[in-house]
Structures are given as C-alpha cells and as structure tokens.
C-alpha cells in the first residue's frame, strides 16, 4: 500500500483544525478531538491525517463496486 500523501492542517486562532486533502476539506476537529490530534501529528504527518480523515485507500474499492452483492 503506497504511503498516503496530500494532506494538510491548518490550526486557526480559535483552536480548530481543519484537515484538507488535495485542496478539499476532509475533516475539521474542535476541542478535545484537535488537542488530541496536534499532540500526536508530529510523529508522521501523512499517515496520522489520513488515519483521522479515514482516508484510507485500499486499491479494492472498484472490484467491490461491480460484486453482485453491491449491486443496486
């Protein structure tokens, strides 16, 4: 699985995060949840923003969309 790559942050004065992703927003965190969040970006930027976004690729998604069992 390729490393996740496109991720940002942004802390605002008022001490949410917003997390973009390819320039879109993918999550914004307030309080407690952005807190906990700075504390532990540090460590692997990329990885702990998609783990946060659940911004995860598995390479599956177009083999599962055409499975009988997710047909409409």
């Keep these: 699985m390729p490393a996740p790559e496109g ?3 942004d802390q605002r004065a008022d001490g949410t995060v ?3 992703h390819h320039g879109r927003v993918a999550s914004t965190l307030r309080g407690g949840r952005a807190a906990e969040f700075l504390a532990e970006v540090d460590d692997d930027p990329q990885l702990v923003m998609a783990r946060w ?4 690729r598995r390479g599956n998604e ?3 969309k055409r ?3 997710n047909r409409a």
Aim: proline letters at 6%.
């Design 7 to 9: 991720f940002r942050y």
């Design 18 to 20: 917003v997390i973009t």
């Design 53 to 56: 976004t659940g911004n995860y």
């Design 62 to 64: 177009r083999t599962a």
């Design 67 to 69: 499975h009988p069992r």
